[in-house]
């Protein structure tokens, strides 16, 4: 009984429910980049490059000559899919810059913790650093005020 109240707390402490809501949240995030380079980044960038759709490509081993990756895989044949392979690295870059963008953002926002006040103080004969309850020099052996 003891493990499953241990399970219950560390289930509902706030870092593991922030990791699923962020799996969650990526996973939708994802679908969404997913569509936006299949559908409005890669077709124009196909018809730059000569009406390539980035998706068609592949190398076929068996060497029958298949005209489309579907045919390809419908009959079988093995077959190397650069194609998806290239989105799929588009698809990645814009994730990460978009990721990159999103923190860069959120880190704005974030307060800067004030820095610790000081704790030594610097002789004024020496130049030494010394502790602020000092009331003479460890270097130079001057009395301070």
């Known amino acids: 009984m003891a493990m499953m109240q241990e ?3 560390f289930a509902v402490k ?3 429910v922030d990791l ?6 990526g996973g939708a995030f994802g679908k969404i980049v997913t569509s936006f380079v299949s559908d409005i ?5 196909g018809m730059l490059m000569g009406k390539v759709n980035f998706t ?3 190398l076929d081993l ?3 000559g298949f005209t489309s990756l579907k045919a390809a895989k419908d009959a079988g044949a093995p077959v190397i ?10 698809d990645f870059v814009i994730i990460a810059f978009v990721i990159f963008l999103v923190i860069k953002q959120i880190n704005r926002f974030k307060n800067e913790p ?7 103080k610097e002789c004024s004969f020496c130049c030494s650093s010394i502790p602020l309850a000092a009331n003479r020099c460890p270097h130079c052996t001057s009395q301070l005020e």
């Open 7 to 9: 399970f219950k707390a």
């Open 62 to 64: 068996s060497g029958k």
């Open 114 to 120: 004030a820095p610790a006040p000081p704790n030594t």
């Open 81 to 90: 899919s650069y194609g998806l392979f290239i989105n799929t690295i588009i």
């Open 14 to 16: 706030g870092n593991v």
């Open 56 to 58: 068609d490509l592949f």
């Open 41 to 45: 980044v890669m077709p124009p960038l």
């Open 20 to 25: 699923a809501v962020g799996v969650i949240i």
